[in-house]
């Protein structure tokens, strides 16, 4: 019995590593097709793929403590009450993905939204940060 729980455990805690690496990916990915679209001047589609590339990459962190939400709102309140407020993350990131979710928002929903290029670099270069610190977290583990 022992052996088969210990088995089990092992394959739930491979799903999650799994999904983690999964969502991480798809984070990566998101980033990059951020970087072709800014490159192509579609700033409002490059926005929108820059907060996705963090919003996955949380969601990769969220995938080891088997939690996720159907709402943005979930992971990000998730995010901020267990890994920002207990110090494992440092508050600049939860900055960074609470900003990446308003300007997405705004330039997905306001009809009228502008972003300029250099607010569009901004957000880019916060996702890389973003990225980058997610990593260096998963690799710790």
């Known amino acids: 019995m022992l052996i088969f729980l210990l088995k089990e455990w092992k394959f739930i805690i491979n799903?999650?590593?799994?999904?983690?690496?999964?969502?991480?990916a798809r984070a990566e990915e998101d980033l990059k097709s951020a970087r072709i679209l800014f490159e192509n001047f579609l700033y409002k589609q490059a926005v929108n793929r820059s907060y996705y590339a963090v919003f996955h990459a949380t969601r990769a962190i969220l995938a080891l403590d088997n939690f996720d939400s159907k709402k943005h709102s979930g992971i990000i309140a998730y995010f901020n009450q267990n890994y920002i407020a207990t110090g494992r993350i440092e508050s600049k990131y939860s900055k960074i993905l609470m900003s990446a979710q308003k300007v997405r928002n705004n330039s997905d929903y306001d009809d009228f939204y502008v972003i300029n290029k250099e607010e569009v670099a901004t957000q880019l270069s916060n996702a890389a940060l973003f990225l980058q610190r997610v990593e260096k977290f998963l690799i710790k583990l």
Do not use: G, K
């Open 15 to 24: 799903n999650y590593l799994e999904l983690s690496d999964y969502r991480f």
